[in-house]
């Protein structure tokens, strides 16, 4: 475990030795990869699968930075490096995962008796894509993934989640989990719900917005907000106030430019598709027969 599971924050000197080395974390991760591996070896290959499974290593590659690397042990001493481990988890892990898709290859990496038992829990609770319409809904997963994001990032619960490794534990899968429902909705599969890009636009702009706001707040409050880096900071030469403005300037700027990219790349693609609409209506009208001007005495 690292130093900040055990209570003490690292200092410059033992940074690069405060690996999380969390056996059930790093089977996890392990776990994630055999199973895909496997998953892909049981089914014939289809276009798009190359690219889907760099996306799924590549997620599972963010979150090794984010959760194992010293950057986790720091993130108990300094606000700047837990917002960079957020960034990593909402903001490169989660979109990874909803363009790999990977469900679909993750169960096919069981035995057939699990298949069919999951498929059986799934009917005894009536798991369906109706009743998970309302998660999967845009508006609810915008809003779900606002709530976590604020809620976590408020005093009472940021310093409750330092302080106690299972709520720690808890805020980082509630991010990762309700990152990869919204960005579900806006670049992930269809099958995952995704809109089309004009909406997908909006999403990303109202995102975008509401990140911008609370980084604001971080890095123009007159005093610190996060009573569990009061004397953590130090050693790194940096008082608490300054390292929480630095983790606002952290979801200000490199967090921005990410939504900024996601827009206008949903921009671009609706431009895109919208121009092929209108290419295609104008070769059907061209093609379409012309009226006959003869009338009954021609």
């Not at 990496?109 to 998660?135: E, I, K, M, N, Y």
């Not at 996060?226 to 900071?233: I, K, V």
């Amino acid at each position: 475990m690292s130093p900040a599971h055990d209570g003490q924050p690292p200092e410059p000197h033992d940074l690069w030795s405060a690996w999380n080395l969390d056996p059930l974390l790093l089977v996890g991760l392990v776990l994630a990869v055999w199973a895909y591996q496997r998953g892909r070896r049981n089914h014939r290959p289809r276009v798009g699968d190359g690219w889907r499974a760099a996306c799924y290593f590549g997620a599972i590659t963010v979150l090794g930075v984010a959760l194992v690397s010293p950057l986790d042990a720091l993130s108990s001493a300094l606000a700047s490096a837990h917002m960079v481990q957020h960034v990593l988890l909402v903001l490169v892990a989660a979109p990874l995962l909803a363009l790999s898709a990977p469900a679909p290859v993750l169960l096919r990496a069981g035995p057939p008796a699990l298949r069919s038992s999951v498929a059986g829990w799934r009917r005894r609770l009536r798991v369906t894509r109706r009743t998970l319409g309302f998660v999967r809904s845009p508006a609810a997963a915008w809003l779900l993934h606002v709530v976590v994001l604020w809620f976590w990032h408020a005093a009472g619960p940021y310093d409750a989640a330092l302080r106690n490794e299972p709520l720690h534990i808890v805020e980082h899968t509630s991010f990762l989990v309700t990152g990869v429902l919204f960005w579900g909705v806006v670049i992930g599969s269809r099958a995952a719900g995704r809109v089309w890009n004009g909406l997908g636009v909006l999403l990303v702009f109202a995102m975008g917005m509401q990140s911008t706001f609370l980084s604001v707040l971080l890095v123009f409050a007159p005093t610190p907000w996060y009573s569990g880096y009061a004397e953590t900071t130090r050693p790194w030469n940096l008082e608490p106030l300054a390292d929480q403005q630095l983790a606002g300037a952290i979801m200000w700027v490199p967090a921005g430019a990410v939504y900024l990219a996601a827009g206008v790349a949903l921009m671009m693609g609706w431009i895109k598709s919208s121009e092929q609409d209108a290419d295609g209506g104008a070769r059907l009208v061209g093609r379409a027969p012309v009226a006959s001007p003869s009338g009954p005495g021609r």
